[in-house]
């Protein structure tokens, strides 16, 4: 069964930074991409990042381009999303997913709240 949990959110200022982390388990994690989605107050959702089994690609929506950056360490089942330079509009929950590039609808863990505001 495939399990990810989500971590790292949290309430931060207008150009504050975050970490979030994506423990994976129940599959060979390795092997497979894997996206950040985002869910907004308004419950829509969006991609947000996505990465290659190796790492050795990685994707953003334009909304983040240069202020997010994904990475994932294979050794230990685990993918990051580093969210840097943020905006009240990044204020969403965020969920790692399995899947295909892009894709919105793969399995998802239970998400990680994000809070931008003053």
């Known amino acids: 069964e495939v399990q990810l949990v989500e971590s790292g959110g949290g309430l931060v200022q207008p150009g504050g930074s975050l970490r979030l982390s994506c423990a994976a388990s129940g599959f060979a994690f390795a092997s497979y991409p894997m996206n950040w989605v985002r869910q907004t107050p308004g419950k829509r959702v969006e991609w947000v990042s996505a990465?290659?089994?190796?790492?050795?690609?990685?994707y953003y929506a334009d909304s983040v381009k240069g202020r997010f950056t994904i990475s994932r360490e294979n050794a230990k089942n685990t993918l990051y999303l580093q969210l840097n330079s943020l905006k009240t509009e990044d204020t969403a929950m965020y969920y790692c997913?399995?899947?295909?590039?892009?894709?919105?609808?793969?399995?998802r863990g239970q998400g990680t709240q994000v809070t931008v505001s003053s």
């Open positions: 997913s399995k899947g295909p590039i892009g894709d919105t609808n793969g399995p």
């Open positions: 990465i290659t089994y190796s790492g050795g690609r990685t």
